[in-house]
């Protein structure tokens, strides 16, 4: 702007100094080169020269005008460079005003879309900032639900584990003999349950909020009457009997359930360990003479007399017994074989029964089968 100023008031300068020179004398000697100079006759400045200046100012005019002619042609021409500079610069000026304007209204508005754009990356880095807060809320939160994921699934394992330990069939190995066996294998219901006792299940109530050692743990209630092999017989003869040294045998079956009396032998094998009852009773038939007859006979357990009946009868008073009935209760292992065998009789002495009378008896069951 200050060299278009400068160059504007030099150029300025020119035009005013172009216009003047046809009518302003000033100074000659200064402005010679563009000042007019007029013939000056010698009646107006009075002067007396002398001749020889007189004859050099005249041979001096024809190249003072031809000069003045030359300066006044470039003046003119000076004048017209000087015009067309200033309409150049004119138009410069035009088109640097123009220009500035364009570049202010261009610098106004980048500047305001700056200054939107500065506020609105301002708010756009404060969203930013509250995104990553956010974002870094989110972090935090994930990595505990994370952690917390990594949690439950152990609580979950665990759980499960926990589950299939208490769902999944479980055994100490034996039957239980007790509530804290039972409470080993699971039990945690209250209740009664059976246990395997020293011979027999026994029935047991079991309280399995207290502890073990407490005495209300265990209550037992009872033997339960458990067989394996359910088994009873009674048995009659149908005819009189007197061998001896054989099993008696029999003839009718009343009952026999398990089939372990064998009416045909005689003889009972025992089918389960436990503990049997046997009633015998018979008639002995005594005939009337000689005075003193008997009757002995035996319950045998594997060959051997376990228990005897006895009956007799005699005219002397000394010796009279009738008593033939005959009950035990015996303790028999699997495999023992018992039996009713005359172990010795008088002549003519028999065990009296025939059809339809049934005098003579034999009856067996078992009472408790030992089960451990
Ligand atoms: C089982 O036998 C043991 C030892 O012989 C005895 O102490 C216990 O009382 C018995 N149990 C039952 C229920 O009879
Ligand atoms: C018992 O014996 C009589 C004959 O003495 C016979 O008729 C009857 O069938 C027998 N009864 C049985 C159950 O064997």
Not at 46 to 62: D, I, L
Not at 180 to 190: M, P, R
Not at 290 to 311: I, K, R, S, W
Request: proline fraction near 3%.
């Amino acid at each position: 702007m200050k060299i278009l100023e400068i160059a504007l008031i030099f150029a300025l300068d020119l035009v005013v100094f172009a216009q003047l020179t046809t009518s302003w004398n000033y100074n000659p000697g200064l402005f010679f080169p563009y000042v007019v100079h007029h013939p000056l006759p010698a009646q107006v400045t009075g002067q007396v020269e002398s001749t020889s200046y007189q004859e050099e100012a005249v041979n001096r005019v024809p190249s003072c005008l031809r000069e003045f002619k030359y300066t006044s042609q470039r003046l003119d021409e000076t004048a017209i460079d000087i015009q067309t500079v200033k309409k150049e610069l004119e138009k410069l000026s035009a088109t640097s005003q123009n220009l500035a304007k364009t570049m202010v209204t261009i610098w106004i508005l980048t500047t305001t879309n700056l200054e939107e754009s500065l506020k609105r990356s301002a708010e756009s880095l404060k969203q930013l900032a509250e995104t990553n807060s956010v974002i870094a809320n989110l972090k935090k939160e994930l990595s505990e639900s994370v952690k917390d994921v990594a949690v439950m699934k152990t609580k979950i394992a665990e759980l499960t584990t926990e589950l299939k330990a208490s769902t999944s069939a479980t055994s100490i190995g034996r039957m239980p003999t007790s509530c804290q066996d039972l409470q080993e294998t699971g039990h945690v219901k209250s209740g009664i349950n059976f246990i395997l006792g020293n011979k027999s299940i026994e029935t047991v109530y079991c309280d399995f909020t207290k502890l073990p050692i407490e005495a209300d743990f265990q209550i037992l209630i009872g033997s339960s009457d458990v067989k394996s092999a359910p088994t009873y017989f009674s048995v009659q003869k149908n005819n009189s009997f007197s061998a001896v040294g054989i099993p008696i045998h029999f003839e009718i079956s009343k009952v026999n359930t398990g089939e372990a009396m064998e009416i045909a032998s005689g003889i009972f094998t025992t089918p389960r360990s436990g503990t049997y009852y046997f009633s015998f009773i018979g008639l002995a038939e005594f005939p009337s003479s000689p005075d003193f007859v008997y009757v002995e006979l035996g319950l045998f357990l594997n060959g051997d007399v376990v228990g005897t009946g006895y009956a007799s009868n005699s005219r002397n008073a000394d010796f009279k017994f009738n008593q033939i009935a005959l009950q035990m209760t015996l303790n028999l292992r699997n495999g023992d074989r018992v039996w009713l065998q005359i172990t010795d009789v008088s002549d003519g002495v028999a065990l009296r029964d025939a059809n339809n009378q049934h005098y003579t008896h034999f009856s067996g069951f078992l009472l408790q089968e030992d089960l451990a």
